[in-house]
């Protein structure tokens, strides 16, 4: 069984970086056609999709983000991770990780997603 679990610091200083790690157990992040998205969830918000990276490594960002935003992956640790930099109070969110088989899931597509975690901007 696949499972996703989150990691970070909670807490971060604006214009910082936010960076923050999805440890994916029971399943490769290389196989079966898989994007790994981080997604978040601002306080009396929806969930926004944030970006993805593929199983092949390419990565896919949220218009919005994409000048401050990096996905990255280790492979041999089956771990991808999000950077966030120049975060405001505005990133506060809980952030989640997630699998897919598309690029940009709808929030009842996920086939995996982790529990999730709070990230507080503190100005």
């Known amino acids: 069984q696949v499972q996703l679990q989150e990691s970070g610091p909670g807490l971060v200083n604006a214009s910082q970086t936010l960076s923050l790690t999805c440890t994916v157990s029971g399943g490769s992040i290389t196989a079966g056609y898989y994007y790994w998205s981080w997604i978040r969830q601002p306080p009396g918000k929806g969930l926004e999709w944030m970006g993805a990276?593929?199983?092949?490594?390419?990565?896919y960002y949220r218009d919005t983000l994409r000048s401050r935003i990096s996905i990255s992956r280790d492979t041999s640790k089956n771990q991808f991770t999000l950077q966030l930099r120049s975060v405001t109070p505005e990133d506060t969110a809980v952030y989640f990780c997630?699998?897919?088989?598309?690029?940009?899931?709808?929030?009842?597509?996920?086939?995996?997603r982790g529990p999730g975690t709070q990230i507080t901007v503190s100005s």
């Open positions: 990276i593929g199983y092949s490594g390419r990565t």
């Open positions: 997630g699998g897919a088989k598309s690029v940009r899931p709808q929030k009842n597509e996920y086939d995996y």
